[in-house]
Structure formats: structure tokens, C-alpha cells
């Protein structure tokens, strides 16, 4: 019973430092104390560093999606469809929880690392001596940098997934291309695109916290990093995986 009162006091205390922390992030952005030259790079280095791997899975995604599609439609003559279930499924669901899981695995792991090598080293504590507040200089371009690039990287794995979807489609179903072209944008709806980037939104900011916030409290010198970048990273799973559900919840409740 101890451990358990000790587990919840802890996580408690916890979940209130960094909601503080989320708190101070938020009021540098909205008093505008934003750092625009280190946030494009940061965009640059975590967009690049994502990119390649993010379009391989939505390739392969929307290459099995057709596939699977075909396969079970065509027993029942409407092979015609599996353009709508290619860009339904990406638009709503996977490619926004694809590229977020890779995302915070590929970029949300640097950042803490990069971050837990700094908080080991006192660099974070030197800034705040030379009299530059860290949380503005090192956490603020990179949770910005996150809000930026994981939209924009979720765009192109919806394209480069039905590209995969059509090259099925056209060459292995025998779909006529501009038929299966007139399908998939018959199918994606104004609301389907919007409630995907709803979720896009929420996972940004919970990769960019949640791996911030880890990176910036790292403690036990080198071996801290990599513990703490384990956790960031676990963390950042569980948080997308649970908001996805609640978040479809939502929109599927209000807007079908």
C-alpha cells in the first residue's frame, strides 16, 4: 500500500511539473518570445531526418491497403471502392498515427537527447547564468519546430500513400487512373481531411511536451539520456495511441 501511495504521490507531483513547464512554453508563444531563426532550423533537421522513413511506411501502407482491398472487394464484384477505402483510412487514421509514432521514434528521440546531453552537462543551467532564459533559447524552437514539421510531414504521407493505393489500383486491379483519380477525391471529404489534421495537432504538441519536457529534466549523466530518451519516446507512444481513440471518439460523435 505504501509503494502505491508513493507511486501516486509521485505521479501526481510529476504530472503537475510538467504541466507547469507546458504552461511556460505556452506563455513564451503567446507573448511572442519565439526564436523564428532556430525554429526553421529545427524544422529543417527534424523534417529531414523524418521524411525518407515516413514516405517509405505510407508507400508500403497504401500498397497493402489496395492490395487487401482488392482482394476482398473483388469477391463481391466492387473492386471500384478500393480507392475509398485507400484515402479514407489514410486521411482519417493512419497516416496521421504513422507519422506521429515515427516521428516522435525518429526527431521526438533527438530532441531529448539532444536536450538530456545539455541538462547532464549544466549547459542549460550555464544559459540561464549568462542570463538567457532556456525554456526560450533551447525547449520553445523545438516544441515550434514539432508543431510545424509533423503537419506538413503527414500531408506527404497521405500523397505518397494513395500514390501506393493507385499504382495498385491502375496496375493490379485494372482500374482505369483517371477513374481511380475521381474516386479518391470523390471520397475525401472536407471533414475527413479536417479531422485527421484535428489529431495532428494534438499529437505535435504532445510529442513536442512530452520530449521536451524529459529532455530538459534529465539527470544521471550519460546513462540518464539514454533512460530518459527511452521514456520520452514510450511516453509519446502511449499518449498518441490513447488520444487517437479519444479523439476519434470525438469526431465520429459530432461530425460522423
Same mark, same amino acid.
Given at each position: 500500500?505504501?509503494?502505491?501511495?508513493?507511486?501516486? +504521490?509521485?505521479?501526481?507531483?510529476? $504530472?503537475?511539473?510538467?504541466?507547469?513547464? $507546458?504552461?511556460?512554453?505556452?506563455?513564451?508563444?503567446?507573448?511572442?518570445?519565439?526564436?523564428?531563426?532556430?525554429?526553421?532550423?529545427?524544422?529543417?533537421?527534424?523534417?529531414?531526418?523524418?521524411?525518407?522513413?515516413?514516405?517509405?511506411?505510407?508507400?508500403?501502407?497504401?500498397?497493402?491497403?489496395?492490395?487487401?482491398?482488392?482482394?476482398?472487394?473483388?469477391?463481391?464484384?466492387?473492386?471500384? =471502392?478500393?480507392?475509398?477505402?485507400?484515402?479514407?483510412?489514410?486521411?482519417?487514421?493512419?497516416?496521421?498515427?504513422?507519422?506521429?509514432?515515427? %516521428?516522435?521514434?525518429?526527431?521526438?528521440?533527438?530532441?531529448?537527447?539532444?536536450?538530456?546531453?545539455?541538462?547532464? !552537462?549544466?549547459?542549460?543551467?550555464?544559459?540561464?547564468?549568462?542570463?538567457?532564459?532556456?525554456?526560450? %533559447?533551447?525547449?520553445?524552437?523545438? @516544441?515550434?519546430?514539432?508543431?510545424?514539421?509533423?503537419?506538413?510531414?503527414?500531408?506527404?504521407?497521405?500523397?505518397?500513400?494513395?500514390?501506393?493505393? =493507385?499504382?495498385?489500383?491502375?496496375?493490379?486491379?485494372?482500374?482505369?487512373?483517371?477513374?481511380? /483519380?475521381?474516386?479518391?477525391?470523390?471520397?475525401?471529404?472536407? &471533414?475527413? +481531411?479536417?479531422?485527421? @489534421?484535428?489529431?495532428?495537432?494534438?499529437?505535435?504538441?504532445?510529442?513536442?511536451?512530452?520530449?521536451?519536457?524529459?529532455? =530538459? !529534466?534529465?539527470?544521471?549523466?550519460?546513462?540518464? &539520456?539514454?533512460? @530518459?530518451?527511452?521514456?520520452?519516446?514510450? @511516453?509519446?507512444?502511449? %499518449? /498518441?495511441?490513447?488520444? !487517437?481513440?479519444?479523439?476519434?471518439?470525438?469526431?465520429?460523435? %459530432?461530425?460522423?
Amino acid at each position: 500500500m505504501r509503494v502505491l501511495n508513493n507511486f501516486l +504521490f509521485n505521479g501526481i507531483i510529476g $504530472l503537475g511539473n510538467a504541466l507547469w513547464f $507546458l504552461g511556460e512554453i505556452i506563455g513564451h508563444i503567446v507573448r511572442c518570445r519565439i526564436r523564428v531563426g532556430d525554429v526553421f532550423k529545427q524544422v529543417y533537421e527534424q523534417g529531414l531526418q523524418s521524411v525518407v522513413i515516413i514516405a517509405l511506411t505510407s508507400l508500403a501502407s497504401g500498397l497493402v491497403l489496395a492490395l487487401q482491398g482488392y482482394v476482398a472487394m473483388s469477391r463481391f464484384g466492387a473492386k471500384e =471502392y478500393v480507392a475509398h477505402l485507400v484515402a479514407l483510412s489514410l486521411v482519417r487514421e493512419l497516416s496521421p498515427v504513422f507519422t506521429a509514432l515515427i %516521428f516522435s521514434g525518429k526527431a521526438g528521440a533527438r530532441i531529448t537527447a539532444e536536450l538530456g546531453a545539455m541538462s547532464v !552537462n549544466d549547459q542549460i543551467l550555464a544559459t540561464r547564468t549568462l542570463g538567457v532564459d532556456p525554456i526560450e %533559447f533551447l525547449v520553445v524552437p523545438r @516544441f515550434m519546430a514539432c508543431v510545424v514539421v509533423l503537419p506538413i510531414l503527414v500531408i506527404i504521407s497521405e500523397f505518397v500513400g494513395i500514390a501506393g493505393g =493507385y499504382m495498385i489500383g491502375v496496375y493490379e486491379a485494372n482500374i482505369p487512373g483517371t477513374f481511380y /483519380i475521381n474516386q479518391t477525391i470523390r471520397a475525401v471529404q472536407y &471533414v475527413d +481531411f479536417f479531422s485527421g @489534421f484535428i489529431k495532428v495537432f494534438f499529437f505535435a504538441v504532445l510529442i513536442g511536451w512530452t520530449c521536451c519536457y524529459q529532455g =530538459y !529534466n534529465t539527470q544521471g549523466g550519460s546513462l540518464g &539520456v539514454g533512460k @530518459f530518451t527511452t521514456k520520452a519516446v514510450a @511516453f509519446s507512444y502511449i %499518449f /498518441i495511441i490513447v488520444s !487517437n481513440a479519444i479523439l476519434t471518439k470525438i469526431i465520429l460523435t %459530432f461530425w460522423g
